[in-house]
């Protein structure tokens, strides 16, 4: 009778982490982290315009499945009207699309 256990990984096969593609990354980059208004630099994820985004405040501690969860705000693209990025903060005061900052 076959064991209905699950076969267990060998400890080389546990250290190998499958690498990741290139093809799908996101620019970004924090400013003024230290202020009471911080700043944020970043690429949309589906128009690849620049972005800089003003946002203040702790991030929100709300409620997943009966466990605590910080709460992500959706930033929204102002071109592709999607949403950008999703960032861990009380409030997001503006955003505004920028020439692209990495070439």
């Known amino acids: 009778m076959p064991s209905k256990l699950p076969k267990r990984l060998s400890p080389e096969s546990r250290r ?3 690498e990741l593609s290139a093809e799908r990354f996101q620019h970004v980059r924090f400013l003024d982290c230290d202020k009471a208004v911080s700043r944020i ?3 949309c994820l589906h128009c690849q315009e620049g972005i ?3 946002f203040t405040g702790e991030p ?3 409620e997943y499945n009966g ?3 910080i709460i992500q705000v959706k930033v929204q693209c ?3 009207e999607q949403t950008a990025i999703r ?3 009380e409030e997001v005061l503006s ?3 920028i020439p692209f900052p990495w070439t």
């Open 41 to 43: 630099i970043f690429e």
């Open 78 to 80: 102002p071109n592709s």
């Open 95 to 97: 955003t505004i699309v």
């Open 60 to 62: 929100v501690v709300g």
């Open 87 to 89: 960032i861990s903060t």
């Open 52 to 54: 800089l985004c003003e």
């Open 67 to 69: 466990r605590p969860s």
């Open 16 to 18: 190998v982490k499958p």
